[in-house]
């Protein structure tokens, strides 16, 4: 399972096409006024502006290489304001092997970037978007409904519908953060809430619409 194609809304659209074209310095193709497309790797990344909601937010994380994770937090230090948890600006995560830092977008998601120990390249660079958030509280029926695509937790842990689930397949290091509402993002004052979205993998469309109604369909 890999990520084809993400769309977020945002209040903020000219900010953050701003901050991913220069910030971030990543390649920028505008659809039309109210809509655009971030290359992020190997991941299309398109925000779109919101009308019916206020102020929606995210997440989601960025793959960077594992032996450039150092001088790639020395630069975005530099000008990114990082997010801490317990005092730390970066975290490691031993299950995963991979180390990683935060960041808010002029929308206010919480965008991680992650150094995963198979991520070794000779540049710094992005690769792809290998984590995305997904709210909602029928997070059973969800889970229910994409293992028909052979989309099982990581490790086969013990599927928990209250908290965070790292949905995926044994093929790629991509997951759906499948989690209710109302569960503090790490790295965040901010908790989760369900907004507008679409995932977009090789295999199905998953998607959640305005109307608080979630979608499972064949790619």
Same mark, same amino acid.
């Given at each position: 399972m890999k990520f084809e194609s993400i769309t977020l809304f945002t209040s903020e659209l000219d900010e953050t096409l701003q901050f991913y074209e220069e910030i971030l310095e990543c390649p !920028?193709?505008?659809?039309? =006024?109210?809509?655009?497309? !971030?290359?992020?790797?190997? *991941?299309?990344? =398109?925000?779109?502006?919101?009308?019916?909601? %206020?102020?929606?937010?995210?997440?989601?994380?960025?793959?960077?290489?594992?032996?450039?994770?150092?001088?790639?937090?020395?630069?975005?230090?530099?000008? +990114?304001?990082? +997010?801490?948890?317990?005092? =730390?600006? *970066?975290?490691?995560?031993?299950?995963? !092997?991979?180390? %990683? +830092?935060?960041?808010?977008?002029?929308?206010?998601?919480?965008?991680? +970037?992650?150094?995963?120990?198979?991520?070794? *390249?000779?540049?710094?660079?992005?690769t792809r978007i290998s984590e995305i958030g997904f709210v909602c509280n029928e997070t059973n029926a969800i889970y229910q409904a994409l293992s028909d695509y052979k989309i099982a937790t990581f490790e086969h842990a013990h599927f928990e519908p209250c908290a965070l689930n790292f949905l995926g397949d044994a093929n790629d290091e991509s997951y759906i953060l499948l989690i209710p509402e109302d569960r503090r993002w790490l790295f965040s004052d901010k908790h989760s809430i369900a907004y507008p979205i679409e995932i977009k993998t090789q295999k199905f469309h998953l998607s959640y619409d305005v109307q608080h109604r979630w979608h499972v369909s064949p790619a």
């Open positions: !920028v193709t505008v659809i039309n =006024q109210d809509a655009f497309i !971030v290359k992020i790797g190997e *991941t299309q990344l =398109q925000f779109r502006k919101s009308d019916e909601v %206020a102020q929606p937010y995210y997440h989601f994380a960025i793959d960077i290489p594992y032996n450039h994770f150092y001088k790639m937090k020395e630069h975005y230090q530099n000008i +990114l304001f990082l +997010l801490m948890e317990d005092g =730390q600006h *970066t975290a490691y995560f031993e299950s995963f !092997v991979a180390h %990683a +830092l935060y960041f808010n977008d002029p929308s206010g998601n919480i965008v991680e +970037l992650i150094a995963r120990v198979s991520n070794i *390249t000779d540049e710094p660079e992005f």
